[in-house]
Every structure is written in structure tokens, then in C-alpha cells.
């Protein structure tokens, strides 16, 4: 088993996040089996017979390829069209309920770190903070129930937590189904 999976700015661990897995399945874009395979979201119009690996993810093989992107291009307004197609052509997505996208911080594209509910997103006050303050702002105005669903993240809605790739402040989003 190798460990040299291609370094993800933008999504730094993809096994523990779980759009990579093991797997002997072959790339449909380089047709090796690496061991790895990539198991979250790819928008594309062209048909791809199977998964694909780190490496054509990585260096923007298998975006060309099959015109496609692993990320939806929502909140990624406020960075450089560089960092835009790192994070949708060339890092793996994630899972979730609704179309996945990146949260910015810094003027730059946040890490993503993985799907949390409460307890874990309690130990990072500055994301509970921020998440609260976005619901607000979204027009969550009943206090008391706002509360009572950041305290259920983690129970069908969950939070989406990131890391500022130039700072280190956490951010989320809430995801539900
Ligand atoms: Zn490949
Ligand atoms: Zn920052």
C-alpha cells in the first residue's frame, strides 16, 4: 500500500474525508490501476466508464479530458481564475446533500477538511461562530431554533468544516438533506 497519494492544497486529506478510497479498480482516464480511486462528485456531459485516480485529478487530466469539474464554481467568486480551477479542476470534491462547494477565506480558497456535526464543530468556536452568523444573515431569525439545529449537526443536517489555507481560521457551512 502506498501513501504517495498527490499533495491536495485545497482538500489536504481525501481518505479520512472519504473521496478517496482504496480500490483496484481501474482510471478511466489513464487506465491504471493505482489502488486508488476517487468516489465524490465529477460534473461532465461525456460518459466515464468507472472512477478515477489521485494522479489525473491531481494534474488536471481527467478535467480536460472529460471537460469536467469535481466542484460547482458557487463561492469561489472573490478568488484569482487560478485558485477557481484548482479547486474545480484539479481537487477532489466531496460528499454531501447538496451540490458541495468551497467556502473563501483570506482571498483565497479555504481547505476542506471533512463533514462534522456539533461536538466537533463546538471545538472550533470561530466556525460555530461564523456558521450562526451566515444562518442569520440568511434570514434563520427564531434564535432559539437556530440554536437547537447547530446543536443537532451531526443528526441528518451536518456542517461542512474548512481550514484557511492562509490564516488557519475554520469556517463551515451547514448541509442538509
Ligand atoms: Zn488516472
Ligand atoms: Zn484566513
Redesign the pocket.
Known amino acids: 500500500m502506498s501513501l504517495d497519494l498527490p499533495v491536495f492544497r485545497y482538500h489536504p486529506d481525501p481518505l479520512t474525508s472519504g473521496s478517496i478510497r482504496e480500490s483496484a479498480e481501474t482510471c478511466a482516464c489513464c487506465n491504471r490501476a493505482t489502488g486508488w480511486i476517487y468516489t465524490a462528485t465529477f460534473y461532465t456531459a461525456h460518459e466515464v466508464s468507472g472512477g478515477l485516480c489521485p494522479w489525473c485529478i491531481a494534474d488536471g487530466s481527467a478535467a480536460e479530458r472529460f471537460a469536467g469539474e469535481f466542484t460547482d464554481s458557487y463561492g469561489l467568486a472573490d478568488v484569482s481564475e487560478e485558485i477557481l480551477h484548482e479547486v474545480t479542476r484539479r481537487t477532489p470534491g466531496f460528499h454531501a446533500w447538496q451540490d458541495p462547494h468551497w467556502l473563501v ?2 482571498h483565497d480558497a479555504a481547505a476542506f477538511i471533512g463533514e462534522i456535526g456539533y461536538t466537533e464543530l463546538a471545538a472550533h468556536p470561530e466556525a460555530l461562530d461564523q456558521l450562526r452568523q451566515d444562518l442569520r444573515t440568511g434570514g434563520w431569525h427564531d434564535a432559539a431554533q437556530l440554536e437547537q439545529f447547530l446543536s443537532h449537526l451531526g443528526e441528518g443536517a451536518s456542517a461542512m468544516l474548512f481550514r ?1 489555507t ?4 475554520r469556517l463551515a457551512y451547514a448541509d442538509a438533506s
Not at 166 to 169: A, F, N, P, R
Open positions: 477565506h483570506c484557511c492562509v490564516c488557519g481560521t
